[in-house]
Nanobody
Framework: DVQLVESGGGLVQAGGSLRLSCTASGLTFDDYSMGWFRQAPGKEREGAAYISWSGGETDYSDSVKGRFTISRDNAKRTLYLQMNSLQPEDTAMYYC????????????????????WGQGTQVTVSS
């Protein structure tokens, strides 16, 4: 079975930083583009960052561009999200997700294109 396990969330003050990790098992990690999504209470899940299977291409939502950096270490089967200059509006549950098909890179943050999801890690930013 495919498993994606996120870690690294927590409580941080506005302006602070956090680094999320997502470790994958049960799939050929370096064949899959990966994404970070987030969902705040009462809001829809939204895409934040996306990276191709090789790591050579990335995409960000406008709300995190310039503050967040997505990366991956295929040898460690791990996806990362470095989050800087965090703001209260970044408070959400953060999920990593794997694209539904191998070696597919399609921007647009459409959740239906992702077949595998982690359980999430909570990020709370205090003002």
């Amino acid at each position: 079975d495919v498993q994606l396990v996120e870690s690294g969330g927590g409580l941080v003050q506005a302006g602070g930083s956090l680094r999320l990790s997502c470790t994958a098992s049960g799939l050929t990690f370096d064949d899959y583009s990966m994404g970070w999504f987030r969902q705040a209470p009462g809001k829809e899940r939204e895409g934040a960052a996306y990276i191709s299977w090789s790591g050579g291409e990335t995409d960000y939502s406008d709300s995190v561009k310039g503050r967040f950096t997505i990366s991956r270490d295929n040898a460690k089967r791990t996806l990362y999200l470095q989050m800087n200059s965090l703001q209260p509006e970044d408070t959400a549950m953060y999920y990593c997700a794997a694209q539904s098909r191998r070696k597919l890179y399609v921007t647009g943050f459409n959740p239906s294109q992702f077949a595998y999801w982690g359980q999430g890690t909570q990020v709370t930013v205090s003002s």
